[in-house]
């Protein structure tokens, strides 16, 4: 056992830090709001020449073919370059669904043409995707969508006319493309009916509205789809086979959840350490010391878990849907901290001022966003039934929803 | 054995709860959350109309004289409600405080305003994040006059009147400031939970009036009050999450079938259940301490604290997890529940505090 | 809101009081094996002279109707003296199953001639009855049960032969009478073909084995029956109904199920205050005060619960299944306090001798009894289906097991 | 990035847990605790055959030199296996110690019969309920004679040396006291995992040899080295649980399907898979640190503990409940593990004083 790079891997990395460190400004020292992610709209237009940079210097596209422009390396460079990325502020997110997601699906799915027109202005920074499946009704039962697809005539190529609504969609105000699952037929069983595509969302129809969260701002849109227009060129997939492609897309998905940011035990740690309690330094105290065991244990399973990951990757494995315990964990553990540090300020913790409470503040954004982070990118329920199903091979839960016509399906009214 | 409310307090119950239906919607308290204003007047002098702020001020200092059980029965709609008004600072602290310590003509002269709703109160206490106690205390009084700042003090932006506990010569004591009067400067802060709202007071030689005897004993006994009747508004808010959830469980099919079906979220209502009827039945223990003035209200106000932070913040963070996506978004009401079980959990000091109280009473108790 | 007793009340529990003065020894300054239950043969050889006497004195059977020896009486009365008889050592163990559950099924079920037979020595100690229902292959899932009964001979009133076998039966080795419910047809579906009796527990062909727990002791047995003969007239209700009959059974049973036995707050709260840290007494520690704080707050909302419960039932109110709660929040109560006395022991929390450690090791054998207080009566799983689905009104589980012939059901391995 | 063992590491894994198939099985671990040994002392030859003992023992020392790593691999089978043997009091501490602390002739002298297994070691601290610190040590030695008293003493009763804690005129040091000489006198103590025995040890006038200098900074060196260790043992019986209640939930029907398939069954062996991945992954890290003696040893080895003793606990008990009641006779083998989880987590002291110690360590690194 030892935590020391291949010599690819440490060539690679010492690579990437140079290249780094020439071009892009270290986190510690570097212009706060950027580098904390709070100047959103800074760190949007900061994102296309970085991400023009990057492709330049070949640290975009890292697992991606060579002959779309990629670097056709393995996912443990891509960890290696995230790594090293993470010292810098380097704005990256609103590429992270196309080159994750969408672009590997048009690569799995599109024509040669498409994919030599499509695949280098993302990797670029030219053009911007998004990924278009969720539905208000759908929740975590993605395949219950009811975006319909009809055709524009009986020919083999017709078009196709979309109506419907989307919902969760990240970077839908800004992006230039998206994908996008519908349902073409609503009298096969749930699962048969559905027929993917890929379309620009310039096209007329297409109307985004923010959603505001609970916690305040508005991070998704909801997409609303009216009479939009596809041609029959951009499906991607048999007609019917839409289910089968999205799960290639969503296979990426899970490689990319992450984990819950700040704060952890770091911050609670360091808020103990400056927090007098009535007998004394917070630190001290044998219930917030338990506590604070509680988070640092759990943090250091996912932080030494993630190091196995690593090693298996490095070794050219595949890493499995474990890896939903790293959502699973932190997101809870991000509530319980958030709480937690409200708590050790007393009256004061409901304070959301920035210029009053302890750390920005970071307790109370923390309390507002966790609630989020348990259900975005998979539910706390959905995680658990992943593991148990496909890491511990335990039964699904009984489906009465895969025989039939999907238009017999019962369904709420919420 | 009568451990239950009685029929009369079960028609204001009803009542209550009809009233609010209908005059404090989602959409009235998201007035305030938008910041359009500061508390629902509109509300207030209704309650005040309805005998509601005085329901446990004898009808001598103005009141309705109800009494205590029916303040409990009252404060459970309100946290059902989510009810944006200074009921809390004004009833459960100013009025509680006053009749607790309150000279004669103390509460003669003050009480009155207090059932009209014509004067707000509030408690002045805090100091930062520092807990709050005697030694941390630094607000001082001295001829007449205090000075220091407090913060955060909730409703103390809409207040009349604050008690503030300060130290003078004989140690620490309750005192009334006008703060609508000289030396008073406050601005509002914002917190996480903007329906309620909570200020910065500052205090610069402002006339202060003493109430009462030894202060912390005082603060400590009206805190208990307090206690009891928030724990009434946190089992009403935990419940309606509770309700919330359920509805929206049957109501939401995943798969083919309502996801009230599952056992991931059957269970976790049944939990939500389970500790909301603790909880519950810990209030009402803890209202029959308050409206009986037993000995055994310390020990009691802080179980029914402890039991309903817990099921309040369970309920209302389990609500959001149930509704899934959308009980995330500013749209659905379930956020507003979430906000106000922390500002609930927070405004009379922190779970830990409490709980160190609880075993303070008990090892006294257990050592009598 | 007050905590006295109506009229009625108040002078049933002073004539309560008055007996138990006079006839029972009080638990404080008594027998503490006996007090305790630690003298379990003790315990057994006086339960029946002490049931005698409360028949005598009119305490036993209080809800029961008066034409079979009963009281007449509101539970409000049992509630009552329950209280009262719980300061004293008073056995009544033997007796709860017969006296809770078979008697009032009899009632319901037999013929007049058989009610005024059994009631009676029932109720006076001089038989006592156990209840045969769970199966191995059983356990959450009752109507599942495969002991079977076929007639013997084509008659209407032919005799019915019993073979198979029936598990965690209390009391089996010494009672005179049970309840048997029985599966009649196997071709019919699960909950139709299932016929109920009672029987002798001397009839030839019943065998009872002890099952030893995994806390050491045996308080439960196996009973097998192979070609045990019962005469159709000791058939309770129809033939394919009985698994109506055993509803009503049950009904009672959640009624009697109990609340867990100590150590619960007050014994961990003793404990930490005897116990010296490294720097000072238990009780002042603040990760303990915290503990103690959540679990004097369940223990009370348990208590609380108690007294409203009392007061519908005061009322006339049948108290519901609620009571559930009860159960659940104490077994895990008892396993968390039975730990935690055990850690604050340090390494000397693992030995058991009583002489040794705290408490005469009361916290250990917590730790070893309390997995099992968290299965018998309804296992934690359960219990929050019936708060979800009885209280709450939620769905029932999918159930894919009421439709078709038992027969052809699928059953595991285990 | 290799923060996995290699192929030979998982080759012995491998051959190891075939071994203790084939001749620990529950019958064999049965034979112990229901009293008919207080070891195994067949598994006890064989495992020195194997070189098993001797491990973590370099070759000049009469160890088979393998290392740290293959030690860690070895306690995950015997953890798994529950073998009802001394390995940890005689391997973990009591070989640890002479390797910690012992002079070379210490170590030439006594280290070859640990690996040969002809003694057994163990590590005599406790002295009853008190948390044992050097403060409340009353074990004296003087003249190289010690008195007092220990309890309980893991292997107390079966072990042939022991290295006791006690003073002397320079402060707290780690004597080596022959069991088996003068001033001995040992009884066996009933405890909850009957597999595992411990013992009373009383000495009078025992002969003592001074083993090392400063004895608590060196006993909590041993003690993290037994904590790492000893985390694997935990993880591998952790895991043993978790494979049993899988099975059994996948083969145990109710309701017409397998009760593997009801969300409160798969959610709870979800939420065991999670807490043992997580507690393997800091073994993993404690693994490392032990085998290359780093100076994050004190923090990986108290959050490799807390980890591992938090999911043997969580796993033991929930397969308990996985299997319903047939979990809970003696019959079947789920008690075993429950007992064992409670023993290792109290042998090394409690939980409260390891997340002390983590949050010391850290407080000191982070103040570095």
């Known amino acids: 056992m030892d935590f020391t790079d291949t010599p690819e891997e440490a060539a690679f990395r010492v690579k990437a830090r140079s290249f780094l460190a020439e071009n892009a400004q270290p986190k510690a020292g570097g212009d706060r709001n950027l580098a904390t992610g709070a100047d959103k709209s800074g760190m949007l237009a900061a994102s296309r020449p970085w991400q023009a940079k990057k492709a330049a210097a070949g640290f975009a596209g890292i697992t991606m073919a060579k002959e779309y422009g990629g670097q056709g390396l393995s996912p443990i460079m891509e960890v290696i370059y995230r790594q090293e990325?993470?010292?810098?502020?380097?704005?990256?997110?609103?590429?992270?669904?196309?080159?994750?997601?969408?672009?590997?699906?048009?690569?799995?799915?599109?024509?040669?043409?498409?994919?030599?027109?499509?695949?280098?202005?993302?990797?670029?920074?030219?053009?911007?995707?998004?990924?278009?499946?969720?539905?208000?009704?759908?929740?975590?039962?993605?395949?219950?969508?009811?975006?319909?697809?009809?055709?524009?005539?009986?020919?083999?190529?017709?078009?196709?006319?979309?109506?419907?609504?989307?919902?969760?969609?990240?970077?839908?105000?800004?992006?230039?493309?998206?994908?996008?699952?519908?349902?073409?037929?609503?009298?096969?069983?749930?699962?048969?009916?559905?027929?993917?595509?890929?379309?620009?969302?310039?096209?007329?129809?297409?109307?985004?509205?923010?959603?505001?969260?609970?916690?305040?701002?508005?991070?998704?849109?909801?997409?609303y789809f009216t009479d939009v227009r596809i041609p029959d060129s951009q499906r991607l997939g048999a007609i019917g086979e839409g289910w089968k492609v999205s799960l290639t897309t969503l296979m990426n998905e899970r490689f990319a959840v992450g984990v819950a940011p700040p704060p952890d035990f770091e911050e609670v740690f360091d808020l103990a350490r400056e927090t007098e309690l009535e007998d004394g330094p917070a630190l001290d105290n044998a219930m917030v010391r338990d506590r604070l065991a509680d988070w640092y244990v759990r943090k250091q399973g996912l932080k030494n878990s993630h190091f196995r990951t690593m090693t298996a990757m490095s070794r050219g494995e595949t890493p499995g849907p474990e890896s939903s315990i790293n959502k699973l964990v932190s997101a809870t553990k991000y509530q319980e901290v958030s709480f937690f540090g409200m708590e050790l300020q007393e009256m004061l913790g409901i304070v959301t001022d920035p210029d009053t409470v302890a750390l920005d503040g970071l307790f109370q954004s923390g309390a507002l966003s966790s609630p989020g982070y348990r259900i975005a990118g998979g539910t706390d329920e959905i995680l658990r039934n992943i593991i148990a199903e496909r890491v511990l091979g335990l039964p699904q839960d009984v489906r009465l929803d895969k025989v039939g016509s999907f238009r017999d399906l019962p369904t709420g009214d919420k | 054995?009568?451990?239950?409310?009685?029929?009369?307090?079960?028609?204001?119950?009803?009542?209550?709860?009809?009233?609010?239906?209908?005059?404090?919607?989602?959409?009235?308290?998201?007035?305030?959350?938008?910041?359009?204003?500061?508390?629902?007047?509109?509300?207030?002098?209704?309650?005040?109309?309805?005998?509601?702020?005085?329901?446990?001020?004898?009808?001598?200092?103005?009141?309705?004289?109800?009494?205590?059980?029916?303040?409990?029965?009252?404060?459970?709609?309100?946290?059902?409600?989510?009810?944006?008004?200074?009921?809390?600072?004004?009833?459960?602290?100013?009025?509680?405080?006053?009749?607790?310590?309150?000279?004669?003509?103390?509460?003669?002269?003050?009480?009155?305003?207090?059932?009209?709703?014509?004067?707000?109160?509030?408690?002045?206490?805090?100091?930062?994040?520092?807990?709050?106690?005697?030694?941390?205390?630094?607000?001082?009084?001295?001829?007449?006059?205090?000075?220091?700042?407090?913060?955060?003090?909730?409703?103390?932006?809409?207040?009349?009147?604050?008690?503030?506990?300060?130290?003078?010569?004989?140690?620490?004591?309750?005192?009334?400031v006008d703060l609508t009067g000289t030396g008073v400067e406050r601005s509002a802060v914002e917190t996480l939970d903007p329906t309620r709202s909570q200020a910065k007071l500052s205090f610069t030689n402002a006339p202060a009036e003493r109430l009462g005897g030894d202060g912390w004993p005082l603060l400590e006994d009206i805190q208990d009050r307090a206690a009891v009747l928030l724990a009434f508004e946190q089992v009403g808010g935990a419940q309606a999450c509770l309700e919330m959830a359920k509805d929206y469980a049957m109501g939401r099919y995943a798969f083919g079938r309502p996801i009230a079906g599952y056992q991931a979220i059957k269970h976790r209502l049944a939990d939500m259940y389970v500790q909301i009827e603790l909880a519950r039945s810990n209030a009402y223990f803890g209202a029959w301490a308050l409206s009986t003035d037993a000995a055994e209200l310390p020990v009691a106000a802080a179980t029914a604290r402890i039991s309903a932070v817990e099921a309040f913040n369970y309920a209302s963070k389990e609500n959001i997890q149930v509704h899934g996506g959308m009980g995330f978004t500013w749209e659905f009401n379930c956020h507003l529940y979430y906000r106000r079980a922390r500002q609930t959990a927070l405004v009379l000091g922190s779970l830990r505090r409490w709980k160190d109280r609880l075993i303070n009473a008990l090892s006294q108790r257990n050592a009598a």
């Open chain 1, 85 to 223: 990325e993470a010292e810098f502020i380097a704005p990256r997110g609103v590429y992270e669904i196309g080159l994750g997601m969408c672009i590997p699906t048009m690569l799995a799915y599109a024509t040669e043409e498409q994919k030599q027109r499509y695949a280098g202005p993302a990797l670029r920074g030219e053009e911007i995707w998004c990924q278009l499946f969720s539905e208000p009704a759908g929740g975590s039962d993605l395949a219950g969508l009811r975006t319909r697809a009809d055709r524009d005539g009986d020919g083999d190529d017709a078009d196709w006319i979309i109506n419907g609504q989307k919902i969760w969609t990240s970077g839908a105000q800004f992006s230039d493309y998206g994908i996008l699952v519908t349902r073409s037929d609503f009298d096969a069983p749930k699962h048969k009916g559905l027929t993917f595509f890929f379309l620009s969302m310039k096209s007329p129809g297409i109307e985004v509205r923010p959603i505001r969260q609970a916690s305040g701002p508005a991070n998704f849109n909801e997409v």
């Open chain 2, 1 to 176: 054995m009568n451990f239950e409310f009685d029929d009369d307090q079960r028609m204001l119950r009803d009542q209550a709860r009809r009233f609010l239906l209908d005059k404090c919607p989602a959409d009235v308290v998201r007035q305030t959350l938008e910041g359009e204003q500061p508390f629902d007047q509109d509300l207030w002098r209704q309650f005040a109309e309805m005998g509601w702020l005085g329901a446990a001020i004898p009808e001598e200092y103005g009141g309705s004289g109800m009494g205590h059980l029916e303040l409990c029965v009252l404060a459970e709609e309100l946290g059902r409600s989510l009810a944006p008004t200074p009921f809390a600072s004004s009833i459960y602290l100013g009025s509680e405080a006053l009749m607790v310590a309150g000279t004669e003509e103390q509460k003669q002269s003050y009480l009155p305003d207090i059932a009209t709703g014509e004067a707000i109160w509030c408690l002045a206490l805090s100091e930062g994040a520092r807990p709050a106690t005697a030694t941390n205390t630094t607000a001082t009084v001295s001829d007449g006059k205090l000075n220091g700042e407090k913060v955060p003090v909730a409703d103390g932006d809409i207040a009349h009147k604050a008690i503030v506990i300060a130290k003078d010569g004989s140690g620490t004591g309750l005192f009334i």
